[in-house]
């Protein structure tokens, strides 16, 4: 992509298209205000650029020609004290296509540039707004599914994350300063006490960065989801679980065997969290059709990506071997809740029978149809999930963080190694400067046009 121009004044609708209440387009540069002032009329006859800033402006919204086109707000704010840290104006208008479209149109007519992905935040990072870091909370904060991800979102769009960071970088600054004060002594000559107070310091920051790397996996979890898998053999009652947990005919269920033939996957929240729920088609010790081949292996597909997996029986029949034969396919590793179905029908299940069964879990009765049980079951999963990321501190949440600081960690590794050695401190300066450098690039110190196109694509036109 082209280098950017921060300079040009740029525009773009920054709601989604289509109708609504209101609609705003958002427009940021030095020629913003008077541009807008060219087609708005104040109610009170205040220009704009008379105006203070961090105000609000009722009024008409008119073409060259004096035509109305809408009745608008606009919001005037100055910089450096606005989002991009430019002047910006953004104009409320009525939510429809034609009227949204019509004024963007009159102010691309006049010498602004239409913006592109993400360009407003680009160009708050640019002015020093935000970092790296609060920049991609802005996306997540966007794209947030459930209340714990935008938990997280919110938080790292608020500085905790860079905070953190900060403190980092400034641990690392202050261990340079130190090992350069010491640069033209001998290593031998060295006072016991400072040798070990680096070798701490240089110990104490890496425990850090690794429980930030570790932190990864729990924002993960939260952000992406909790992928649930319901497994049992045919007719047991996964496709009525998957419907009633869903609180929607969404599966096909019947009592024939081998209803559900392909994986379906469904999204949802429970107390705040977001899962990814799948019914898979019934498994079978040998499956001779081949469409039901087809069926098991990606059964067996989704049992392997799962990170929860709900093992269903029938209560209402004995204990069977295709029962035996499906806990047999789940991997011991896997996280497993083991649900009795069908609790409102008779009991033939011996409790015996199931001891083998379950991996030491306790079994949950229920039933898909009259939703008993249903409380105790989606605890169950809760309960993982809040084990899962329950540990406190800050979460980094994209793969760029965690590769970042695994840089900074194997760089401070290798301080450290060269540290017990006793080699110079020329030599160990270079790695702490490497870790130093690896933490600048993640909070956006240090940054490519290439990274900053590749995090900024991914946003929507307008934000
Ligand atoms: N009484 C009762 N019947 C149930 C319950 N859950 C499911 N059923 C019935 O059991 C039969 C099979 O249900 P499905 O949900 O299609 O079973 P499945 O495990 O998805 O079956 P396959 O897709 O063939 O593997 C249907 O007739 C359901 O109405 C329950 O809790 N109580
Ligand atoms: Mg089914």
Redo the contacts with the bound molecule.
Sequence with gaps: MAQFDTEDTIAAIATPIGEGGIAVIRVSGAEAVQTVQLFFISKSHQRLASSPANTIHRGEFRDLHGNRVDHVLVSLFRAPHSYTGQDVIEISCHGGLAVTKRILDLLLGKGIRHAEPGEFTRRAFLNGKLDLTQAEAVLDLIHAKSNRALDVAIRQLSGSLSLLLKELKDELMRLLAHMEAYLDFPEEDLEVDVHEGMKNKLAAIQQRIRLLIASFNRSQLIREGILVTIV???????????NALLERDR??????????RDHLEESLEIQGFYIRLR?T??LISTPEHPLDKLGMEKTLQAIHESHVVLY?V?Q?RPLEDADRHVFQKIPKEKRLIPVM?????PTKMEQKSLEALGGGEPWIR?????RHGFKELEQRMIHFLEKETSEGGEQITKLRHKVALENALEALQRAEASFQKKMSFEFITLDVRAALEALRELTGEIYSEDLLDVIFSEFCIGK
Excluded: Q, R, W, Y
């Design positions: 049992g053999k045919p007719n047991v009652g996964k496709s009525s679980l998957f599966a096909l269920v019947s009592d024939i065997p081998h209803t559900t019914d088609a019934g269903v029938d209402s179905n069908k609790s409102d029908l229920i039933s898909s149809k009259t």
